[in-house]
Nanobody, 115 residues
Framework: QVPLVESGGGLVQPGESLRLSCTASRYIVSFNAMRWYRQAPGKERELVANIYTSGTTRYADSVKERFTISRDNAKNTVYLQMDRLKPEDTAVYYC?????????WGQGTQVTVSS
């Protein structure tokens, strides 16, 4: 089991920014991909962003051009930079580590975008 710990959530106004962090207890380069998901109340968990070992990234259409996923392998940390936040971005954000045999989940961090 590899613990994933998210941080950086909070309350912001529309148009503002947040940066989420996900730190793993083991090397993130050992995973096929690191991912960010989010889940709003009453909604299914949604894949927001992927970053693969190669550095290739993928984003949900709803966050494309606003969110950026990145990593610091030396720190075993993955980031999600969220710019121009909208109320519909409000959700619990979860870090996810994908490997050939399954995946790991963090506990989540709350992001609330409201005036």
């Amino acid at each position: 089991q590899v613990p994933l710990v998210e941080s950086g959530g909070g309350l912001v106004q529309p148009g503002e920014s947040l940066r989420l962090s996900c730190t793993a207890s083991r090397y993130i380069v050992s995973f096929n991909a690191m991912r960010w998901y989010r889940q709003a109340p009453g909604k299914e968990r949604e894949l927001v962003a992927n970053i693969y070992t190669s550095g290739t990234t993928r984003y949900a259409d709803s966050v494309k051009e606003r969110f950026t996923i990145s990593r610091d392998n030396a720190k075993n940390t993955v980031y999600l930079q969220m710019d121009r936040l909208k109320p519909e971005d409000t959700a619990v954000y979860y870090c996810n580590a994908l490997f050939s045999g399954g995946q790991y989940w963090g506990q989540g961090t709350q992001v609330t975008v409201s005036s």
